[in-house]
């Protein structure tokens, strides 16, 4: 079974740090982009950071310079350390993991999301 599965998230105090992790099991393909999403209440689904199996990264203008992403391609594993915490981080926190298939078709596989909280 293809799935994507996301820990770490939690609430923590503005200026503080948390580091959440993806691990995607059963997709059997390269994995050539993992990344992290948010979707605050309202609002819709954003992308955060994004890096190829070439440790490529892209970064929003929000997070950039506050927000680390890193991959372990043996684990097809994606982590993302965030410092500098501020409260309109707050939000579910996807992660999704892009493959092709035989026929280069691309596929996003989902994670459930895990909540962070950042209180003023």
């Known amino acids: 079974q293809k799935q994507v599965v996301e820990s770490g998230g939690g609430l923590v105090q503005a200026g503080g740090s948390l580091r959440l992790s993806c691990a995607a099991s059963?997709?059997?393909?390269?994995?050539?982009?993992m990344a992290w999403y948010r979707q605050a209440p309202g609002k819709q689904r954003d992308l955060v950071a994004r890096?190829?199996?070439?440790?490529?990264?892209t970064y929003s203008d929000a997070v950039k310079g506050r927000f680390t992403i890193a991959r372990d391609n043996a684990k097809d594993s994606v982590y993302l350390q965030m410092n500098n915490l501020k409260p309109e981080d707050t939000a579910v926190y996807y992660c999704?993991?892009?493959?092709?298939?035989?026929?280069?078709?691309?596929?996003?596989?989902w994670g459930q999301g895990t909540q962070v909280t950042v209180s003023s």
């Open positions: 999704a993991a892009e493959y092709l298939d035989g026929r280069l078709r691309s596929y996003t596989i």
């Open positions: 890096i190829t199996n070439g440790d490529v990264t």
């Open positions: 059963g997709i059997g393909a390269t994995i050539y982009v």
